[in-house]
Nanobody
């Protein structure tokens, strides 16, 4: 059974930075498209970022372009989400996700996700 465990969330002031990590176990990490979603209170879970199996292709939501990046280390079975210039509207629970069906970063949607992490809270104060 694949397990995804996020870490790195917390409370930060607007303009600050955080790096989220997601460690995977129990599966073939290098064969998964990986990504991040977030869910703010009262809102639907939304796409944030995705990265292809090799890391050669990435995709970011328009709302985070220029501030967030996504990377992965297949040797460590870990995907990262460095977040800079954080805004109060970035406040949400951030979820790591894996697609095991060979979809690429541009096909990474909630409906394609096979495995979810438990989420990590990011709170940005103004």
């Amino acid at each position: 059974q694949v397990k995804l465990v996020e870490s790195g969330g917390g409370l930060v002031q607007a303009g600050g930075s955080l790096i989220l990590s997601c460690a995977a176990s129990g599966g073939a990490f290098s064969s998964y498209t990986m990504g991040w979603f977030r869910q703010a209170p009262g809102k639907e879970r939304e796409f944030v970022a995705a990265i292809s199996r090799t890391g050669g292709t990435t995709r970011l939501a328009d709302s985070v372009k220029g501030r967030f990046t996504i990377s992965r280390d297949n040797a460590k079975s870990t995907v990262y989400l460095p977040m800079n210039s954080l805004k109060p509207e970035d406040t949400a629970v951030y979820y790591c996700a894996a697609d095991a069906d060979y979809s690429g970063a541009y096909s990474f949607t909630k409906s394609n996700v096979d495995y979810w992490g438990q989420g990590t809270q990011v709170t940005v104060s103004s």
